[in-house]
T-cell receptor, first 113, second 114 residues
Framework: GENVEQHPSTLSVQEGDSAVIKCTYS??????FPWYKQELGKGPQLIID?????GEKKDQRIAVTLNKTAKHFSLHITETQPEDSAVYFC????????????FGSGTQLTVLP | DAGITQSPRHKVTETGTPVTLRCHQT?????MYWYRQDPGHGLRLIHY???????DKGEVSDGYSVSRSKTEDFLLTLESATSSQTSVYFC?????????????FGPGTRLTVT
């Protein structure tokens, strides 16, 4: 069935460094790829997304890249700050279920001061 | 934040009892979803709704039922709770237009089945 794999499961970086989280998906017809940030005790918050007709999208310190040929997409956070510490989830829609998201298993990002 | 509330926020119940979780939205969005979140599994879709009285199953629907009698409310029922249903449950909403597939999540309900 549909599958989204996310790596790494944990990531620690020094404040000011960059962080990269990678996801791969199984359905070549997938066309929408959101990223969520979840802080402890809260619901996931949509932070950035990308459509299949775009290769890269930026929003201040965060960016997402998509490689359709390789079926993978990545989240890049530059100049990390302690408040970036959270669990990050990638997701993808799959053909035949345009409204349903399949999520990766999450990455715990810790930004060390 | 999207206008989504979930109730109750925390619940402890015993095995075999029925449980109903409520999701309420003030955004008038057409689509509503129920997910469960467990360590190592991310979020998994239980059921979703694409309109009043229109629902469909997700990846992990066994043991759950849903109802949507009004646009703003989506109920998730565990007919006879089991320990394997101990989880954090999230509701999400999405607009109706094809160009806006973004899903926005509520604050969650932590359910413990003893």
């Amino acid at each position: 069935g549909e599958n989204v794999e996310q790596h790494p499961s944990t990531l620690s970086v020094q404040e000011g460094d960059s962080a990269v989280i990678k996801c791969t998906y199984s359905d070549s017809a997938s066309n929408y790829f959101p990223w969520y940030k979840q802080e402890l005790g809260k619901g996931p918050q949509l932070i950035i997304d990308i459509r299949s007709n775009v290769g890269e999208k930026k929003d201040q310190r965060i960016a997402v890249t998509l490689n359709k040929t390789a079926k993978h997409f990545s989240l890049h956070i530059t100049e990390t700050q302690p408040e970036d510490s959270a669990v990050y989830f990638c997701a993808a829609t799959f053909s035949g279920s345009a409204r349903q998201l399949t999520f990766g298993s999450g990455t715990q990002l810790t930004v060390l001061p | 934040d999207a206008g989504i509330t979930q109730s109750p926020r925390h619940k402890v119940t015993e095995t075999g009892t029925p449980v109903t979780l409520r999701c309420h939205q003030t955004e008038n969005h057409r689509y509503m979803y129920w997910y469960r979140q467990d360590p190592g599994h991310g979020l998994r879709l239980i059921h979703y709704s694409y309109g009043v009285k229109d629902t469909d199953k997700g990846e992990v629907s066994d043991g759950y039922s849903v109802s949507r009698s009004k646009t703003e409310d989506f109920l998730l029922t565990l007919e006879s709770a089991t320990s394997s249903q101990t989880s954090v449950y999230f509701c999400a909403i999405s607009e109706s237009r094809e160009r806006t597939p973004e899903q926005y999540f509520g604050p969650g309900t932590r359910l413990t089945v003893t």
